[in-house]
């Protein structure tokens, strides 16, 4: 999103006051190129997706942000500055620079990282709020489920107070070649939403890119929207494991949705509310939701990243 971080906004708390935000956008500071899916030549692409925002109250609170790819390499530079709105309101601006800019960028949020909810934040007996116990993960790259993608040591940043983790997570050249996803809850009900970044950092993939490319094809020449559509029915029942020491919880897309930049913009100050864009009773407790960019179609602002998928994974429990 050349120099356009209309979506990383956060809510931050204050003093004793609990709130938390998620912002639609991109990360800040890398360049990132992306492009890779399914009848698609490889475009260069920057690209740094972020989350939306929302007021929550919890005890301590965590913050998150989702990137994702851009059209050809570019470079984006995101800054964030708090502004005072009930509790600080950070906004993040990105300016062109010569840095390879980062692809998806999570939400920001704030969220408890211990207190009754917690325990919400442990399905199939892994830890989504341990920063002290990396995971794996893995899913299947193609509609046959032929082939898979391995990632191993992926590192939890779960949001925080201070955005900290948020700042982390956007400096991608900090921590690459490793992996690292950004981590808060869901208000309403308290699960755990993984912002991951897909898009290109120097020319290598980065964690959601095969799943983004396989849903809607290449970042600037995605599939038509009903093509997509189809693929995100499809895209039920898609396995995803995680695994953390020697525990492992193998999960499945219960549902999917794309967000369009009209939907992505109107849950940029409610990003812990994102269970709203599923029928109710289906985010439950042995669910987790998964946030990534999506491409602009042509009747889209003229941004790489203008939108979102949002992946329901619900436990597997045979």
């Known amino acids: 999103m050349r120099g356009q971080a209309r979506l990383l906004v956060g809510v931050f708390v204050a003093a004793l006051a609990v709130g938390l935000a998620l912002s639609l956008s991109r990360p800040p500071d890398h360049g990132v190129t992306s492009t890779l899916g399914p009848s698609a030549t490889e475009p260069s ?47 993040l601006s990105e300016t062109a620079t010569n840095i390879p800019a980062p692809p998806t960028s999570p939400p920001l949020t704030t969220v408890p990282t211990r207190s009754s909810g917690a325990a919400r934040f442990v399905i199939g007996g892994v830890d989504f709020s341990s920063v002290a116990q990396p995971l794996t993960m893995s899913y299947p790259t193609d509609w046959e489920r032929a082939n898979w993608l391995m990632l191993e040591d992926v590192g939890i940043l779960l949001s925080d107070v201070t955005g900290e983790s948020l700042r ?113 009773g289906e985010v439950t407790g ?27 994974l619900a436990l597997d429990a045979g």
């Open 45 to 91: 692409v920057e690209t740094t997706a972020a989350p939306v925002a929302s007021s929550v109250a919890s005890p301590t609170a965590m913050t998150s942000a989702t990137p994702s790819p851009l059209m050809t390499e570019v470079v984006a530079t995101a800054t964030s500055t708090a502004t005072p709105t009930e509790a600080a309101t950070p906004t």
């Open 168 to 280: 982390t997570f956007d400096d991608i050249g900090s921590w690459r070649p490793g992996h690292r996803i950004f981590v808060y809850a869901d208000t309403p009900t308290g699960v755990p939403i993984l912002s991951i970044h897909d898009g290109y950092w120097s020319r290598q993939p980065l964690e959601a890119e095969p799943l983004r490319a396989m849903i809607e094809g290449a970042v600037g020449a995605p599939f038509a929207l009903s093509s997509i559509q189809a693929n995100l029915e499809r895209l039920r029942g898609h396995p995803m494991l995680f695994g953390q020491a020697e525990r492992e919880a193998r999960f499945t897309v219960r549902n999917a949705v794309r967000m369009d930049a009209n939907t992505t913009s109107a849950y940029l100050y409610r990003p812990a509310h994102l269970s709203e864009l599923f029928p109710e």
């Open 286 to 312: 042995d669910t987790l939701m998964i946030l990534i960019c999506s491409t602009r179609q042509p009747d889209e602002p003229d941004e790489v990243f203008p939108a979102r998928f949002l992946i329901l």
